[in-house]
């Protein structure tokens, strides 16, 4: 009898050593310090908190499924990196939104860049940026709406889906990120969090368009054409349009935080908290010469 009493009390112990050891990896809290280990995807990364900064060091490898790269619309390969952020724990909001090229980085330390460096360019002087997710141009994305820079970096354009799918609860909010000023980067399963941001009413300008890039070159002409979300230049920002604001953000029962959304912006272009700003380029253009982004880097002002 003792021999069976102690046979079980070796078993409980090893469970409960079995999930503490686990516990790092779990995809349902990363407010504190983690680690995350994927031997079948290689991905590597470390998050730990040192006073008020939350440290994250990464391969940036993602730690799910994804589509097959190189790809027809994208001939890059994934490879590892090695990449170290830091977001302050204490995150300060100042309210006024500022563009950054880099919003955020997901959990698993692959980032998150909406944005493309897609143009066409138009004789009669207008400049279009490309939007990621649209139906003109192949860009490879795969089913997470990611796909691979040319240095090997995976990142995201629109919702992690894989990522997302990892989380196991039933909550709707999901935490799938750290925003560069430290706020955190939210998913909503049932989409309850709408955008602001609409389709402008007016057409397009532009004669004699092109665009072209190593792989492939397409003639266009835009004038007098709708807009459809192919251009960046096709949306504007609506205050009180939806419930987030030019960032995507939102207050949540008094904290700040910003929601990837399955509509345009997909992932904020800006940031309404205080950060370290590293240098990343100018803002992406709008459809007229000189249009666009105002100065400063924020998002085109609101339409009241």
Not at 106 to 126: D, I, L
Not at 239 to 245: A, T, V
Not at 248 to 266: K, Q
Request: proline share 7%; charged share 20%; hydrophobic share 25%.
């Amino acid at each position: 009898m003792n021999n069976y009493f102690f046979l079980l009390l070796l078993l409980v112990l090893s469970c409960q050593a079995q999930q503490h050891r686990e516990a790092p990896t779990e995809f349902d809290n990363y407010l504190g310090e983690y680690r995350i280990e994927d031997a079948d995807h290689g991905t590597k990364t470390n998050v730990t908190i040192q006073g008020e900064q939350r440290i994250m060091t990464t391969n940036a490898l993602p730690n799910h499924q994804t589509g097959n790269f190189p790809n027809s619309g994208n001939p890059n390969r994934i490879s590892a990196q090695q990449r170290t952020y830091r977001f302050t724990t204490k995150p300060t909001y100042t309210g006024e939104a500022k563009w950054v090229r880099e919003p955020g980085v997901a959990v698993n330390g692959v980032k998150f860049e909406p944005g493309t460096a897609e143009v066409v360019q138009c004789e009669s002087g207008e400049n279009y940026r490309v939007e990621a997710l649209q139906d003109l141009i192949d860009l490879g994305l795969d089913f997470n709406h990611a796909h691979v820079q040319p240095t090997g970096a995976y990142h995201y354009h629109g919702t992690p889906t894989s990522l997302v799918d990892h989380v196991h609860d039933d909550k709707d909010l999901v935490h799938i990120g750290f925003a560069m000023d430290g706020f955190m980067i939210y998913y909503s399963r049932s989409g309850q969090y709408q955008s602001s941001y609409k389709l402008i009413d007016e057409h397009r300008e532009g004669t004699d368009c092109v665009y072209r890039n190593p792989h492939q070159r397409r003639n266009l002409d835009l004038a007098h054409t709708e807009a459809d979300g192919t251009y960046q230049a096709d949306w504007e920002y609506v205050s009180g349009l939806g419930d987030l604001d030019a960032c995507n953000g939102i207050w949540l029962d008094g904290e700040y935080a910003y929601i990837v959304t399955d509509e345009y912006p997909y992932i904020g272009r800006c940031l309404m908290g205080a950060y370290q700003e590293r240098r990343q380029g100018p803002p992406p253009g709008g459809r007229r010469p000189g249009g666009g982004h105002p100065p400063g880097g924020g998002p085109p002002p609101p339409r009241q």
